[in-house]
């Protein structure tokens, strides 16, 4: 399959929502424009760096056990949870978002969900109830004309140990029987949603595996299984493959199996690494050259997007190591040294506090970054919108001028060719 055009869903909004922005929808994407996205992190799968007020009952305690969704609904029971957890899934994503996000030039959404969403175990603490939520969205999607990957953010037993996939700490996907199938049926309600809803293209395996902790192998294999289930049961969606934090080289041997229709997703970040970090200004639009050419080049074998970045030069954002971890900036990330003694994350992660110097320096890294992506098939932006962390917050730096609207990278001229 490839990302064709998409015809506006007619759709009848469901009761209540006659608060339609009154604008027209835009055009249907065109086909040969490349995937310019954004994902919307936050709605189904909770990290406390990205919606700190939900957290905030938990802030005072140093050592709290209250890190992620699971054990945000283990501390407040189901019932509480899922009265809370419904009020956010109606609050985050609102049909103005998906209008202001069409108007700035976004044509593909990405949205994070967790199996406990689709393939549910009751003994979990887990709640459920997102579906509708998903469902409006991607009828709002429908009707701006945009393209969607539902995105599974997170598998039985955590596949990175990351608050992301819905449970901090160990790495156990695959170790038990049931986590394999229990993926792959989460994956094939995706699917299934899919042939609801044109707006769906693509269908992302899982986020993020990491390799540290599942063997490669087995990620090859869930992949292969992944990529059947899914398309015996919505044919003309393309399924998205996480490189597993490995490079894209390593990938080659998915190609011929008979899964002609995939799309390759790295994620390149400049805040996780002591080295990047380090980066000069300068230096980190021309490592987002670097890595645009290396996409290009995996990206005339098989479709490449970089399907998460952002602007943060800095891992000042509040929790953004993990709930009561600071950053490694200024010294207050556990267990880890400063990578600039006597600095302060004071006023980085506000652009009401930036510079008209770091304005600048942040727009040519967006343009580097997004010239550079779209040597592949597109990107998509981590993340549509957060509570505090400005350089994470798409909506916020488009509107602020620092992100260009039109986001259209071929145009830039800020790589060398």
């Known amino acids: 399959m490839r990302f064709g055009l998409l015809c506006t869903l007619a759709l009848a909004l469901a009761a209540g929502s006659s608060a339609r922005p009154q604008a027209p929808p835009p055009g249907p994407v065109e086909s040969a424009a490349p995937i310019r996205g954004v994902s919307l992190g936050g709605l189904f799968v909770l990290e406390p760096w990205i919606t700190p007020s939900l957290f905030e009952p938990w802030a005072a305690q140093p050592e709290s056990p209250v890190v992620d969704e699971w054990s945000y609904c283990v501390a407040l029971g189901k019932l509480e949870c899922g009265a809370r957890l419904a009020r956010h ?6 049909e103005t978002d998906v ?3 069409a108007g700035l030039g976004i044509n593909t959404l990405r949205i994070p969900i967790g199996y406990w969403a689709l393939a549910p175990d009751a003994s979990e603490p887990y709640v459920q109830g997102q579906i509708p939520y998903l469902e409006q969205v991607l009828v709002w999607a429908g009707h701006y004309g945009m393209r969607v990957v539902l995105d599974l953010h997170g598998a039985p037993g955590s596949q990175n140990g990351f608050d992301n996939s819905g449970r901090r700490g160990d790495i156990s996907w695959s170790k038990r029987a049931s986590d394999l199938p229990r993926t792959l049926d989460a994956l094939a ?3 299934q949603i899919a042939n609801r809803h044109r707006a769906v293209v693509a269908i992302q395996a899982v986020n993020e595996p990491a ?5 490669k192998a087995t990620v090859v294999q869930f992949y292969q299984q992944a990529y059947d289930r899914v398309k015996t049961i919505a044919p003309q969606v393309a399924v998205v493959f996480h490189d597993a934090f490995l490079p894209a080289a390593e990938w080659a041997d998915l190609v011929p199996q008979n899964m002609t229709d995939t799309i390759l997703d790295t994620h390149i970040y ?13 230096a980190h639009a021309s490592k987002a050259c670097a890595d645009g050419q290396q996409i290009a080049q995996f990206n005339q074998q098989t479709r490449t997007i970089c399907g998460e970045f952002s602007l943060a030069t800095t891992d000042c954002a509040r929790w953004l190591n993990g709930f009561q971890r600071g950053a490694r900036w200024d010294g207050t990330h556990l267990r880890t040294t400063p990578i600039a003694p006597g600095l302060s994350c004071d006023g980085k992660e506000s652009i009401g506090a930036w510079t008209q110097g770091k304005r600048a320096a942040l727009r040519r890294f967006a343009m580097a970054q997004l010239e550079a992506y779209e040597r592949g098939t597109g990107w998509i932006f981590w993340n549509f919108k957060t509570e505090s962390a400005d350089a994470w917050n798409y909506i916020k730096l488009a509107q602020a001028g620092i992100i260009p609207n039109p986001p259209v990278g071929r145009s830039f001229g800020v790589c060398p060719r």
């Open 99 to 101: 209008a202001t996000l």
């Open 189 to 191: 309600m995706l699917a």
């Open 270 to 282: 400049h805040v996780f690494d002591d080295n990047t970090l380090a980066l000069t200004a300068e």
């Open 89 to 94: 899934w109606g609050d985050w994503v609102q």
């Open 211 to 215: 390799n540290w902790g599942v063997p």
